[in-house]
Nanobody, 120 residues
Framework: QVNVVESGGTLVQAEGSLSLSCAVS????????MGWYRQAPGNQRDLVAR???????NYANSVQGRFTISKINADNTVTLQMKSLKPEDTAVYYC??????????????WGQGTQVTVSS
């Protein structure tokens, strides 16, 4: 059993900043990667930022330079720092963890999501 829990979503004004956190717990051999995705109403769920266990990062073009994903901490947590927020950043933000189990299998686990609303 693996649990992924996001926190930090709230209402914020445009140009403001916000930090989201994600914590992974349970039967984990190794966390291979963690990432943030977002989904606005009527849209698909898209990648926002992702980091691997060796520090390789990927960002969506729309957030490059404004959002920063932290390294995966020893307690299997990761943070997404968001600056210069725009109304179009409004969405439910989901954390995904790619976990290696003791049998050498990779599995993806999703959190329940946290709502970020940016007012203009």
């Amino acid at each position: 059993q693996v649990n992924v829990v996001e926190s930090g979503g709230t209402l914020v004004q445009a140009e403001g900043s916000l930090s989201l956190s994600c914590a992974v717990s349970g039967r984990i051999f190794r966390v291979n990667a963690m990432g943030w995705y977002r989904q606005a109403p009527g849209n698909q769920r898209d990648l926002v930022a992702r980091i691997t266990d060796i520090g390789t990062t990927n960002y969506a073009n729309s957030v490059q330079g404004r959002f920063t994903i932290s390294k995966i901490n020893a307690d299997n947590t990761v943070t997404l720092q968001m600056k210069s927020l725009k109304p179009e950043d409004t969405a439910v933000y989901y954390c995904k963890a790619s976990i290696l189990d003791r049998l050498g299998r990779f599995n993806d686990y999703w959190g329940q999501g946290t709502q970020v609303t940016v007012s203009s």
